[in-house]
């Protein structure tokens, strides 16, 4: 097992109910060549159309008639939906939808009510329609992006980055040297088994300030990390509301 540092940043308490919400995931963006994303006609007319029944029966009655949400549940549509779910992939929605979706009775529906939900979701957004119907299958593989392509994750996301642990001058701590940000969905520090595949990852060119990080994390210093928690961006710079900080290898090399 790894030695592990948890940090509960000022935020947590939001960032907890946004991910119980959103299921377990964390992005990672497939090479240009492979990439699908739901502007290539990932499911058919007659799929969105079943959906439309299932969504209008089991879901209108808390995100409403247009999606727009409601104090009790968040919009499906329109630009907060892209601030939540861009960035990141349909087998995350689907995953949340059916782990927690109908709210009074979850989880109850077929796998095909829920994928012809998504498919109903996507057409509403304007995502174009295609030739096949959207299957579990390769679910993972279909990115949520804007219709310009991808883009940086937004602020007040729950990131996933790993770097190397650095004091700063002001005897704060940064991560230097690190990946972009990618979203998660688990605030909690990865399991041993993915501690151990990050190893592997290459660095990158990313600084990020580390915020609320308790306890003291000096005996990492110089560690290879992973850092989750809330991202705030910023003109001096971006910073991680920290949740959890684990180490992934005791050197740290670009």
């Not at 969105?48 to 727009?68: F, I, M, N, Q």
């Not at 349909?90 to 829920?114: C, E, W």
């Not at 979203?183 to 660095?203: F, I, K, V």
Request: glycine residues 10%; contains cysteine.
């Amino acid at each position: 097992m790894h030695p592990h540092v948890t940090a509960v940043g000022l935020m947590l308490s939001a960032v907890l109910v946004l991910a119980a919400g959103l299921g377990v995931a964390s992005v990672q963006a497939g090479s240009q060549e492979s990439r699908t994303t739901v502007w290539d006609g990932v499911y058919t007319a007659d799929q969105a159309a079943r959906g439309k029944v299932v969504y209008d029966r089991h879901c209108s009655s808390c995100h409403l008639a247009d999606l727009g949400g409601s104090s009790e549940a968040r919009p499906l549509a329109g630009d907060r939906f892209m601030e939540d779910w861009r960035e990141d992939t349909v087998h995350t929605l689907f995953t949340r939808i059916r782990s927690l979706m109908p709210f009074d009775d979850p989880a109850t529906l077929s796998d095909d009510a829920y994928l012809d939900t998504v498919a109903y979701i996507l057409q509403f957004n304007g995502f174009p329609v295609g030739r096949l119907a959207l299957t579990a299958e390769g679910l993972a593989d279909i990115q949520i992006e804007g219709r310009d392509g991808p883009g940086q994750v937004p602020s007040f996301a729950l990131v996933q980055v790993v770097g190397c642990l650095t004091q700063g001058f002001d005897a704060g701590w940064i991560l230097t040297s690190s990946t972009d940000a990618v979203r998660t969905r688990d605030p909690s520090g990865s399991t041993a088994d993915e501690l151990r595949a990050l190893e592997a990852r290459p660095l990158g060119t990313q600084t990020f300030t580390l915020m609320s990080v308790y306890p003291d994390p000096a005996s990492h210093a110089g560690h290879k990390m992973e850092a989750k928690g809330f991202l705030i961006r910023g003109p001096e710079g971006d910073r991680i509301n920290v949740s959890a900080l684990e180490m992934v290898a005791a050197a740290c090399e670009p």
